[in-house]
């Protein structure tokens, strides 16, 4: 069984500069997908940025960036200029290539960002 | 992105009782739909995935009698939560990929606003 691994409950950020987010996965499949999934205090999930693993460019969305090394089956966030906005719980998800689209989740990050 | 809407956002309701969860995809087909439990300050936990026409699929520790998940349509799948107790008070959040989309869209899951539910 696959598994997602974030350890750090909380993090926190000064506005403006860079913050990094730590996920760690298990899995004995190639082919799979990694996401970002940001949920603000109204509990809406919302993707932040996607990865296909046999793709070996890391994904970049405007200021956020994944640095996906699959050997060591690690995928960070990296948030570049932090915004107040920002803040939020960020959950690393696992999809495997052949499911129906069932993601599984870490226990998620509480990103803090200071004025 | 497409969207999904889960209604209601928030429920009280007496321990005995039975509460029902709508979601629904608003411009796509979903065949599949996610239902995914969060307790607080934790992470989302898959509870069942939801195929349209036949019955759905529980994870391991789910009952499948409270938590009885209905399918009938490719825009509607619905929770309903028998025999609520307290214990079931939780943020209940359903999901569904739209496999008509570009490969890239494909991927993606979209997310309902989800719902809050408070067994008193």
């Known amino acids: 069984a696959q598994t997602v691994t974030q350890s750090q409950p909380e993090m926190s950020v000064q506005e403006a500069e860079t913050v990094t987010l730590s996920c760690t996965y298990d899995?004995?499949?190639?082919?799979?997908?990694l996401f970002w999934y940001k949920q603000p205090p109204s509990r809406q999930m919302i993707l932040v940025i996607r990865q296909e693993a046999y793709k070996q460019q890391n994904a970049t969305e405007n200021r956020f960036s994944v640095n996906f090394q699959k050997a060591a089956k690690s995928f960070s966030l990296k948030i570049s200029d932090s915004q107040l906005g920002d803040a939020a719980m960020y959950f690393c998800?696992?999809?495997?290539?052949?499911?129906?689209?069932?993601?599984?989740f870490g226990k998620g990050t509480k990103l803090s960002v200071k004025p | 992105g497409a969207v999904v809407s889960q209604h209601p956002s928030r429920v009280i309701c007496k321990s005995g009782t039975s509460v029902k969860i709508e979601c629904r995809s608003l411009d796509f087909q979903a065949t599949t739909m996610f239902w995914y439990r969060q307790f607080p300050k934790q992470s989302l936990m898959l509870m069942a995935t939801?195929?349209?026409?036949?019955?759905?699929?529980?994870e391991q520790g789910v009952e499948k009698d409270k938590f009885l998940i209905n399918h009938a349509s490719l825009t509607l799948s619905t929770l309903t939560v028998t025999s609520a107790h307290p214990e079931d008070s939780s943020f209940y959040i359903c999901s569904a990929r739209d496999p008509g989309q570009l490969l890239t869209l494909n991927t993606e899951a979209f997310f309902g606003q989800g719902t809050r539910l408070t067994v008193v």
């Open positions: 998800a696992y999809r495997s290539r052949g499911s129906q689209g069932n993601l599984i």
């Open positions: 939801s195929n349209e026409g036949s019955k759905a699929t529980y």
């Open positions: 899995t004995s499949e190639s082919d799979y997908y």
